[in-house]
């Protein structure tokens, strides 16, 4: 008759190691999200800067400040629209509109008020505008975050990754110890089992 050794049983985790892991996941998480965000502020900056370094600095004579709204199906997201007069450094005016670089919709009415208020009527401010395009010309150089939604492609594809990360970093904390245990041996005998 054969007989052969039953497997061992599988090893039960201490109550607490568990809850460990899931804060030891969420520091990676956070910490890696932390990460993105800091590595692409500089990057953002980067890509932008070769557009800046040939936009001339100009004036602007704000004519006309409001929000527009934008409504679709499944929500209402707000953009303030800042009319004004450019004079450029050659002393050329010119009617446009314009505020930011990125001209993403704000998902709070408040915030689009705010910014729309920053820029009194009549009064002018420096600006900066393209040579060759006037019409492209912004009032401030600064990437606003706020008004990155949280559904756009930057912030999906971070979590994505960083999601993915802990999960590898995770499976990997689980099988390290095991790799480095002692294996025990089972053969096949007719008499009992050997070890």
Same mark, same amino acid.
């Given at each position: ?72 199906? *499944?929500?209402? @997201?707000?953009? /303030?629209?800042?009319? !004004?007069?450019?004079?450029? #450094? ?53 990437? *606003?975050?706020? @008004?990155?939604? /949280?559904?756009?492609? !930057?912030?999906?594809?971070? #979590? ?36």
């Amino acid at each position: 008759m054969l007989s052969y050794p039953a497997p061992p049983q599988p090893r039960k985790s201490a109550p607490g190691c568990n809850l460990i892991g899931l804060a030891i996941g969420a520091i990676l998480f956070l910490g890696f999200m932390a990460f993105l965000f800091l590595l692409a502020l500089p990057f953002l900056r980067l890509l932008a800067s070769p557009l800046m370094s040939f936009y001339e600095e100009g004036h602007c004579t704000i004519t006309n400040t409001h929000v527009e709204i934008n409504d679709s199906d *499944d929500s209402t @997201t707000y953009r /303030p629209q800042i009319a !004004f007069v450019l004079r450029t #450094i050659d002393g050329r005016s010119y009617q446009t509109a314009g505020y930011d670089w990125l001209q993403l919709d704000v998902p709070d009415q408040d915030r689009a008020q705010a910014i729309a208020h920053k820029f009194v009527l009549g009064k002018t401010y420096v600006c900066w505008y393209n040579p060759w395009y006037p019409s492209w010309t912004i009032l401030t150089r600064d990437i *606003d975050w706020s @008004t990155i939604p /949280p559904s756009s492609g !930057f912030w999906i594809s971070g #979590i994505f990754c960083s999601l993915v990360l802990c999960t590898c970093l995770f499976g990997l904390m689980r099988k390290l110890p095991g790799l480095f245990r002692r294996r025990r041996k089972y053969t096949f005998s007719i008499g009992g089992p050997q070890i």
